[in-house]
């Protein structure tokens, strides 16, 4: 379990900019993670000079559902100095009302409608897929409460399942939620600079997770940490619309590229799949661990929306200080 001493003395050492940092990180590395993975969902693999170029040519980085859902939890967090289940329901209606072609997963529509004609918030999304959805949709949208609940983890727990109940209430797409807001939590109270452990980190994830799926998927990263064949990270990780398809993936393309950013995005997008929502995952975790710093200006640059999201992060942070 995560030492709550050792969270004291790395708190002690980084300074508040730090953490701020962190904070953008995360919430800026899904959207740019996000953004550079769209052109590439659904492809068998991706070349990085393809990445590259067709980065390049873009004007604007357009985010998807990804990120459009992020934001909604960043504001509900912001509004509600906290988790609120109505209140991030009713947000996540409104924001997709107001923009509904960012590509979001056939589920999510399906229960903003249940949620504007009177279901509640915590029920609606049982009514799908025979009991909830296992689709990734509740761990790509995490980063603000992985990062807001980074000094709480039982209450990190708590929040990831019930804000993974809005949308996507089987046990698996809840657990997803949970292990990569774990991830998130982690990686914003280690210290970038400090030796970092791989093992440790995985060690705390499995112990973590409770679904044999998910432990029998972190049971592997460790050794495919040294695969080079891309076809066997995705035959034994997954690269697809289930959050045990991708969570995991996302994690292991962060342990792989711990010190670059880039390098962790660009991997996980070059395994084609779900690039855009894996990317987005491990974005988030990259930026929590090595800061807003670590993401390329020119990325950054060209981000839809940058000045807002910044402005989320900001404010997210100022309520736990
Ligand atoms: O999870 P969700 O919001 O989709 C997110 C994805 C990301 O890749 C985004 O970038 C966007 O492109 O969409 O949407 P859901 O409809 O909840 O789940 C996604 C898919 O997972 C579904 O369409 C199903 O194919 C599959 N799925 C299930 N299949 C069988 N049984 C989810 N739950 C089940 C299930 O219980
Ligand atoms: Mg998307
Ligand atoms: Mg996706």
């Known amino acids: ?34 953004a550079l993975g769209a052109p590439f969902e659904g492809w068998y693999r991706v070349g990085l000079e393809e990445i590259e170029s067709v980065t390049e040519r873009r004007d604007i980085l357009v985010y998807t559902d990804d990120t459009h859902m992020m934001i909604g939890v960043a504001e509900s967090l912001i509004r509600c100095k906290g988790f609120d289940g109505e209140d991030m329901a009713q947000t996540f209606v409104r924001n997709y009302e107001l923009d509904p072609f960012r590509g979001y997963g056939p589920g999510p529509p399906r229960i903003f409608r249940l949620i504007r004609s009177g279901e509640p918030w915590d029920k609606a999304a049982q009514r799908l897929y025979g009991g909830g959805s ?12 992985g990062v807001f609940y980074h000094d709480s983890l039982d209450r990190l727990g708590e929040v990831a399942y019930k804000s993974s109940q809005i949308t996507h209430a089987h046990s698996l797409g809840q657990e997803g939620a949970a292990l990569q807001a774990y991830a998130i939590a982690l990686a914003t109270n280690l210290e970038p600079s400090s030796s970092f452990s791989r093992s440790d980190f995985l060690a705390k994830l499995s112990t973590y997770a409770k679904e044999d799926i998910y432990r029998q998927r972190l049971s592997r990263v460790a050794t495919l940490l040294t695969e080079q064949d891309k076809a066997k990270i995705v035959a034994e990780l997954g690269n697809g619309i289930e959050a045990f398809n991708s969570v995991p993936t996302a994690i292991y393309s962060f342990l792989l590229h711990h010190d670059s950013f880039s390098k962790a995005v660009l991997y996980a997008i070059s395994l084609g799949g779900d690039t855009d929502t894996i990317a987005a995952m491990t974005g988030a975790i990259s930026g929590a661990y090595l800061g807003i710093e670590s993401i390329p200006d020119s990325w950054k640059g060209k981000l839809e929306n940058k000045p807002y999201i910044e402005e989320l992060a900001k404010k997210l942070w100022s309520l736990k200080s």
Not at 2 to 31: C, D, P, Q
Not at 134 to 145: D, E, H, L, T, W
């Open 1 to 34: 379990m995560y030492n709550e001493l050792s969270h004291k003395i790395a708190e002690a050492r980084m300074g508040e900019w730090t953490f701020v940092s962190k904070f953008l990180g995360s919430l800026l590395g899904t959207a740019v993670g996000d």
């Open 134 to 145: 296992y689709g990734n949709g509740s761990a790509m949208r995490v980063a603000p409460i």
